[in-house]
């Protein structure tokens, strides 16, 4: 086996062992990008030379057996994460060559326990799309389809991460962004009860909603990626003031006398039926398990993604209008005014999406329209918040689908704003509710595209989620999971 | 019809975007479309309830009134569209 | 037609804590252009507030100190507009709920006292600073004073006159001087005011259409940007003409109101709770921690000079006009036990002396004058050569003692030392002798003045009465 195909808890034994070294590790995964990223496209720049650096500090500390769970473990970071000296673009023109002279915090997390950072990858422009087909740069293609979609906006992750590149990514999740790139591409991905992971270098897209997260191969190594960069942060003023448990202590067999609830709004018409199949698949695998199965109830599901197209748009024209050309990031130079230099940079810095949604947000809090948009948006957001409230009464967690569908074509759902929003509604309301979600494979369609299965728990039950998610992954049995790409 | 060209045109302007003609033709019927997707919101009775702005009852995140590093001005200016190594320039505000 | 001036005042004072309201950049100022700031307060990408408690606890002491409700939950809220002094874009302010309301200040104007009410005050954070170039079209962007704590403190539309208008202002001054939690440093920028005039005619309940007027950096000139205001509006509304409602920036080398160049459209400014800071939440607890630090304010103060020093009120106005007067009041009257005679020392020549310069610039300290007017009460100097070494301290700093030894300036108040002096004067004065003693005893002051001449001002008069007279008899 290549060591690029290990998972971070198979990595770890070999490097706690000596079997393997970091250097290594580091390289093997260097090739494998070298090899296949040509046709994935999730990388936007690899830092090659300093990431071989720090396998190799990595490896000093291993040798003093004083390595911290994600020494010598080689990750990629979706590009709006800041990384101090290395270009941050969140996939913009707008930001093509800014610097950060900062990390965030998670990064410093991950540098503290002597991780391996080996690039930053691609994303839709401003984590504002679900195909990162926005992205200024590149397009990431799903692995195992080429040409097909990775999902987004951290497609980069969830590409890299399906093709073996690497063992785990960081992307960010604010409708869905971790969790739906991570069910087209058959790994797994969780979005974390809002305010567990500090926020800190995060650039902002809704700061409400967005929540940084990991993808994985398998559940185990989520684990313990969350127990690396969840936990206070006294530069985030909205990080919960909590100790966090070690979450790889709920990676656990055995689900008896745990329910698991199934909200039939999640399982309306627009599902495909092959993704139908694949959850009820996994319903049962549960069940079989000794999991108790009930029916709840999220009545306000419908309403979901106007709320979010609504709040997070709100939320994004303000967290956007800092890239004015003033002080950092892109300046159209060929302005006589100060509007026309505001407007022309704006206007060239962007990409058509984030123009959409900075004009909608614009609106919905504008004179007039504040209290019939935002503000109803704001108090329907609290109605769908008491409707899971009243579902955890009744069980631990609740599984569904994640997307509508498979994997489609690059290109095909470009001309479709209002579709392709539609299209978030399953993972859309924990962002609006704050709770923790999981994407797990789940299988896979006729024309061999990847079909996740979501598991969503209530706030601060990580334990429940991943006691769960383990036990369905187990009782699948799909890993480990090989895209055929070369 | 939820929203004309000319009020897509005070919202571009409010926001600092400047659209093409083209652009403003596919922004608004666009927009009309998605605000014509959103009204569906006023089917439910929100009388009395709170409007969420956090997603968890956490307050009083505080620091203390200590002064700690800034960066140095060319770490601040570095990234600078145009900067004149003391401050920023921008085209001149009236 | 008699018309009646509405004005309303908006103050914004920024805060004297050590670091910026979000971020602990120094508040220092005058640093370097751009060499306080980091990722927070320059609003890169990823960045952050964090709120500085010190700014809670000056604003509910200045609640606590204008008789303000506190607002127990309170909350930040976003005001979006673009300009270059802005880096995010947007200004973290209070809107829906700030921290204080519903206060009031007494002011007097001509002997008459008014209640002026506080509609608000919250907190924000300032702006950065533009330097626009002479010659090229350029501006230049200094981000030191972005994150810099404000307090904004906005007046209902109770003040009728431009005089109230100074008055209010003075009074929000000392308070906030009193509970030094701002410089009220108006040159500097640290007390900033914008006002809001309307004219109605008397009788008139509805307000008329007003003007905002801005860049008034004196207390002077604000209250001379207030009169000419009122003087063109009312020359306006005479004619039957109507008032255009727009934003004014007073021109101190004109001494005119002059039309901002018309911005496009009214600021829409899209307020919206801000996401990345949780609400400030006040108990009872924490008010009565903060209560238990007030200082003795203004109005407190005042009725204490007059009440344990017996001053009249004219005298204890004045000297509680500002924290550091009243110090120094005290600190010299404790130091000699003459209240009214340090007041009045106080009111005529270290007024005049200072000559309108901030009274920390002062070379004479308090204990000094404690001192100076206790060496006028034994007796060692004259009341008429004190002044003289008042000047004097004023001008090198050194003590009384010092100033007095250094001049030979001591009042002589020794019998034997005069008397010698005196019978000299009778041998050498033989006529004016002869007449005074003949009845004409006006020439008293003729023998006390020679006596003054010979001791260089310094003979104690009572002293020279009482030998001339004594050496005269008989």
């Known amino acids: 086996m290549n060591p690029y195909e290990l998972t971070i808890a198979e990595a770890t034994k070999q490097l706690a062992a000596g079997s393997l070294s970091s250097r290594e590790l580091t390289q093997s995964c260097l090739e494998r990008i070298e090899a296949v990223d040509i046709k994935v496209k999730a990388f936007l720049v690899v830092n090659a030379e300093q990431a071989l650096l720090q396998a190799d500090e990595a490896d000093k500390i291993l040798a003093c057996g004083e390595a911290k769970p994600l020494c010598g473990i080689p990750l990629s970071l979706k590009d709006l994460l800041c990384t101090k000296g290395v270009v941050t673009t969140c996939g913009s023109r707008m930001l093509e060559n800014f610097i950060p002279p900062y990390d965030a915090t998670v990064v410093e997390k991950l540098k503290g326990q002597g991780a391996v950072l080996l690039g930053k990858v691609a994303m839709d422009e401003f984590a504002m799309g679900s195909t990162s087909e926005s992205c200024a740069f590149r397009v990431p293609e799903n692995p195992w389809k080429l040409g097909f979609v990775s999902g987004g906006s951290s497609g980069g992750s969830a590409a890299s991460v399906a093709a073996l590149e690497c063992p785990a990514s960081l992307g960010s999740d604010t409708g869905g962004s971790i969790r739906q790139p991570a069910s087209l591409c058959g790994i797994v991905g969780m979005k974390p009860t809002y305010g567990l992971v500090s926020r800190y270098g995060l650039v902002a897209f809704a700061s409400s909603l967005d929540q940084i997260g990991p993808l994985t191969r398998d559940v185990t190594d989520c684990a313990l990626m969350m127990n690396a960069i969840s936990g206070y942060d006294a530069k985030d003023s909205t990080s919960v003031r909590q100790e966090t448990p070690d979450f790889t202590a709920s990676i656990i067999e055995g689900v008896q006398g745990m329910r698991v609830g199934v909200p039939r709004e999640y399982f309306g018409e627009g599902l495909d039926p092959e993704v139908k199949a694949v959850v009820t698949h996994g319903i049962e695998v549960l069940r079989d398990a000794g999991a108790e199965i009930v029916e709840v109830s999220l009545p306000r599901t419908d309403y979901c993604v106007a709320v979010y197209y609504l709040i997070a748009t709100a939320e994004a024209s303000s967290n956007l209008a800092r890239y004015d050309g003033v002080s950092y990031g892109f300046r159209d130079q060929e302005v006589h005014s100060l509007m026309e230099m505001y407007k022309e940079t704006r206007s060239h810095g962007f990409g058509a999406e984030v123009k959409r949604r900075i004009l909608i947000g614009t609106y919905a809090l504008s004179a007039g329209y504040y209290d019939a948009y935002y503000k109803k948006a704001s108090q329907v957001r609290t109605l769908i918040l008491n409707d899971f409230n009243r579902a955890f009464e009744q069980c631990d967690v609740l599984i569904s689908p994640v997307v509508p569908t498979p994997a489609w074509k690059i290109g095909e759902k470009a001309d479709n704003p209002l579709a392709m929003y539609l299209s978030d509604v399953l993972t859309i309301s924990a962002n609006l509710a704050g709770i923790p979600g999981i994407s797990v494979p789940g299988g896979f369609s006729r024309d061999g595209l990847p079909i996740g299965i979501q598991l969503q728990g209530a706030h601060f039950r990580e334990d429940s989620l991943f006691k769960v998610a383990y036990n369905l992954e187990r009782g699948l049995k799909l890993l480990p999971q090989r895209p055929g790409i070369t | 019809m939820k929203i004309t060209k000319e009020e897509v045109e005070k919202v571009a302007h409010l926001a600092r975007l400047h659209l093409s003609a083209e652009e403003l033709e596919t922004m608004t019927t666009q927009l009309d479309t998605i605000l014509s997707y959103v009204a569906k919101l006023d089917e439910l009775d929100t009388t009395g309830v709170q409007a969420m702005t956090h997603a968890f009852s956490e307050s009083n995140a505080f620091r203390e009134d200590k002064v700690t590093d800034s960066l140095a001005r060319e770490d601040a200016l570095a990234n600078g569209p145009c900067q004149n190594g003391e401050a920023f320039v921008v085209p001149r505000v009236i | ?474």
């Open chain 3, 1 to 474: 037609m008699k018309f009646e001036t509405v004005i309303g005042l908006e103050i914004h004072a920024q805060l004297k804590t050590e670091s910026k309201i979000f971020c602990g950049c120094s508040t220092k100022f005058g640093a370097p252009p751009n060499s306080h700031t980091c990722p927070v307060c320059l609003g890169l990408p990823g960045s952050l507030p964090v709120l500085n408690k010190k700014v809670v606890e000056f604003a509910i002491k200045m609640g606590l100190a204008t008789g303000s409700d506190i607002n127990r939950i309170n909350q930040f809220a976003r005001k979006n507009y673009f300009y270059p002094d802005l880096p995010k874009g947007y200004q973290t302010s209070q809107f829906d709920l700030p921290i204080v309301e519903h206060g009031e200040v007494e002011i007097e104007v001509d002997g008459k006292k008014r209640v002026i009410g506080i509609t608000r005050m919250h907190m924000e954070e300032d702006a950065g600073k533009l330097i626009h170039d002479d010659r090229e079209p350029v501006s230049y962007v200094d981000l030191n004073r972005t994150g810099t704590p404000l307090l904004e403190i906005v007046s209902e539309p109770d003040i009728r006159s431009p005089e109230e208008a100074a008055a209010y202002l003075r009074k929000i001054h000392a308070i906030l001087r009193y509970l030094d939690i701002c410089d009220g440093n108006m040159q500097e920028g640290s007390f900033r005011c914008d006002a809001n005039i309307s004219l109605r005619p008397v009788g008139q309940e509805k307000l008329g259409t007003r003007t905002e007027l801005k860049n008034m950096n004196s207390f002077r000139n604000v209250q001379s940007a207030l009169e000419y205001e009122v003087r063109r509006q009312r020359d306006i509304l005479m004619e039957g003409g109507t008032i255009v409602q727009e934003t004014l920036l007073w021109n101190p080398d004109r001494n005119c109101t002059e039309s901002m160049r018309s911005k496009d459209d009214a600021h829409d400014y899209r307020y919206f709770p801000c996401p990345d800071l949780v609400p400030v939440r006040i108990d009872d607890a924490w008010i009565e921690e903060i209560r238990a630090t007030l200082p003795e304010l203004p109005e407190a103060r005042k009725l204490r000079f007059i009440q344990e020093y017996e001053l009249p009120e004219h005298d204890a106005s004045l000297l509680t006009n500002s924290r550091e007067l009243a110090d120094y009041f005290e600190t010299a009257a404790k130091a000699c036990n003459q209240p009214k005679k340090v007041s009045n020392w106080m009111m005529t020549e270290l007024m005049r002396e200072l000559k309108g310069e901030e009274l920390s610039t002062c070379k004479v300290g308090a204990e000094q004058l404690g001192s100076l007017v206790n060496m006028v009460e034994t007796g060692t100097i004259s009341g008429k050569i004190a002044k003289t070494v008042f000047l004097e301290m004023m001008a090198s700093g050194k003590g009384p003692e010092t100033v007095v030894e250094e001049q030979n300036l001591g009042q002589v108040s020794n019998e034997s030392e005069l008397l010698t002096i005196v019978r000299r004067i009778i041998a050498d004065n033989p006529g004016q002798v002869t007449d005074f003693k003949g009845g004409k005893t006006k020439l008293m002051s003729y023998f006390v003045g020679q006596l003054m001449q010979k001791t260089k001002g310094q003979a104690n008069p009572a002293l020279a009465n009482k030998l001339f007279t004594q050496e005269l008899a008989g």
